[in-house]
């Protein structure tokens, strides 16, 4: 198995499509972080403005965190198209090419086939998440230092030094999580089409269409807007809230755990059934 899922990095990384995301969250996260280099004391100034006259702020409020912080929030809602790029190629570049009869007749199971596809699928996301998480917090940390985060979820939160690293690793981690559902989408997608177009498109109307129905203020799409994944994308930022809401981060963790467990099993289903000889 574990040589199956290196063929397929191996696969993953000789197209060039596989480091658009790489070069795109590189050129992004650096304006970001000139921008604020120059912008970011009035930055303080502006979501700090109406408490200075009340309290004094000290200590280096400008600082990395603050950078990743607001790199990830800017970001986040623009990394599952980097994603599809590669989950929606997986299994539908194989039928564009004409490979798939040489690749099922191996004496290998299709089982293993779709199974080492996933995982390099879900091995590409983390690396695509730990580069994000390299630049935008190892990096400003190195270029602005450190110190205590401000936070601003409707009201103003000053986050110690000591009481930071934490709540990036469960942010990070829980992005991960919802990533990973964003690929399972795509490679579900992947799974029905011989063009990798269907499923790159598919699985951004998907995300649209659910964000559009979460938000239409109708009773029945209230109700049923839990079970669409989109509304527990970002439960990453219940980490920056005080106190952290664990109830919710757990139950929205196991739903996005569902639908990748319940894609994976429909995906492999399909490719197990796959007609080769037509």
């Not at 600082?63 to 299994?91: C, E, K, M, R, S």
């Not at 110690?160 to 709540?167: F, H, Q, Y």
Request: glycine share 8%; charged share 10%.
């Amino acid at each position: 198995m574990i040589t199956l899922i290196s063929i397929e990095l191996q696969k993953i990384f000789r197209k060039w499509r596989t480091y658009i995301g790489f070069i795109a969250i590189g050129v992004l996260v650096v304006i970001v972080q000139v921008a604020l280099y120059f912008t970011g004391e009035g930055y303080i100034k502006a979501i700090t403005r109406n408490f200075q006259d009340s309290f004094i702020m000290v200590g280096n409020l400008f600082n990395g965190y603050l950078v990743a912080n607001l790199v990830l929030t800017g970001l986040y809602i623009h990394i599952p198209f980097l994603i599809v790029l590669v989950g929606g190629d997986l299994l539908a570049s194989e039928a564009t090419s004409g490979t798939y009869r040489m690749l099922l007749t191996r004496p290998v199971s299709r089982f293993k086939v779709v199974s080492a596809k996933f995982s390099a699928g879900l091995i590409y996301v983390f690396l695509l998440l730990a580069w994000l998480a390299f630049l935008s917090l190892g990096v400003s940390c190195l270029i602005f230092g450190t110190g205590e985060l401000v936070s601003f979820r409707g009201k103003l939160i000053i986050f110690s030094a000591n009481d930071i690293l934490w709540r990036f690793a469960g942010a990070y981690g829980y992005s991960m999580l919802s990533m990973f559902t964003v690929f399972a989408v795509s490679y579900f997608f992947s799974s029905m089409v011989e063009n990798a177009i269907g499923p790159i498109v598919s699985t951004m109307a998907v995300i649209i269409i659910f964000l559009i129905l979460s938000a239409l203020p109708i009773d029945f799409l209230k109700d049923v807007s839990p079970y669409f994944f989109t509304s527990h994308m970002t439960q990453w930022d219940g980490f920056f809230h005080d106190p952290v809401d664990y109830t919710n981060i757990i139950e929205s963790a196991l739903v996005l755990g569902g639908h990748i467990v319940g894609l994976y099993l429909i995906t492999s289903y399909i490719f197990l059934k796959k007609d080769i000889l037509s």
